[in-house]
């Protein structure tokens, strides 16, 4: 799928945006791991892993809740180790052709998750009025890369205008120190300015984002977060570096790992780790 200039909004499927020959911000956080790091992710993708499909359904939920009830079923249990038991479970699967299982277990949490955000007053007002699951694709008028992006939520005003963009995260820890962590360790940073670019080339306008974080486990906290002008620079200054990172790799069909003329370095510990002292 090649989709490369700035043509507005777009309804595409995750699979036809994530097939583009566009970059995204996943992909710039991993090449910043290493140009080899991202090679490897677009040559041998990786099937989702449990904990991502799970995200992907708590996003339906709570972003789009007719589509996952027409998605989205409760499978039940069969005891497939007896003749019968196998027979009413290859039944019931082939009469749910299409649609994506879950655990009663899973869609009971999922209901809760999806009442916390609703039940946040925060939260509820970011996602009262808008659009969710649209792509938007330009080019990179520096590197010459096409980029795209696919808000979770689009904030509108009564006159139809886009006014913010809102991300949900899933999250082992929604305080705000637990969430900064996870800002840092995840690209969040990254992600938060680029999306800001992408609005701005979008609208024409620098638009506030938000974070909407949800904790996995019970009893589900939910906290929101607007990017500070800190978050946005040092994102900002990641995927720009990223992008000419990527432009530069690919005119010169070189993929290096983490040591790229092959030196040898010095290592020391962390710094967590070097605290220690043999004195205590």
Known sequence: MKIEKNIGLVDVTNEEYHSSDSVGHSGLVRIMRSPAHYKEALDAPREPTPAMA????????????????KSYVVAPKFDRRTKDGKAAAEEWEKNNTGKLFLTEDQMVSLKRMQAQVMDHAGAAKLLSVGMA???????????GVACRIRP??????????IIGMVDV?????????????SMANYGYDLQAAFYQEGGKQLTGR???????????NAPHAVSVYKANNQVIEIGRAKFQGALQLL????????????????EIEEIGLP??????SLDD
């Not at 799970?54 to 789009?64: D, Q």
């Not at 620098?206 to 996995?216: C, D």
Request: hydrophobic share 40%; glycine share 8%.
């Open 54 to 69: 799970f995200g992907t359904a708590v996003h339906a939920a709570i972003l789009e809740p007719d589509l996952f009830v």
């Open 133 to 143: 699951e649209k792509s938007f694709f330009w080019t990179d008028s520096e590197t």
């Open 152 to 161: 979770d939520f689009l904030m509108q005003n009564e006159h139809g205008e």
């Open 169 to 181: 995260k899933t999250a082992v820890d929604a305080s705000a120190e637990g969430f900064s962590k």
């Open 206 to 216: 620098v638009l506030p984002f938000y974070f909407v974080a949800i904790e996995s």
């Open 247 to 262: 432009a530069w790799c690919r005119e010169n069909g070189q993929w290096p790992g983490y040591q790229p003329t092959g």
């Open 271 to 276: 710094r967590w780790a070097a605290n220690f």
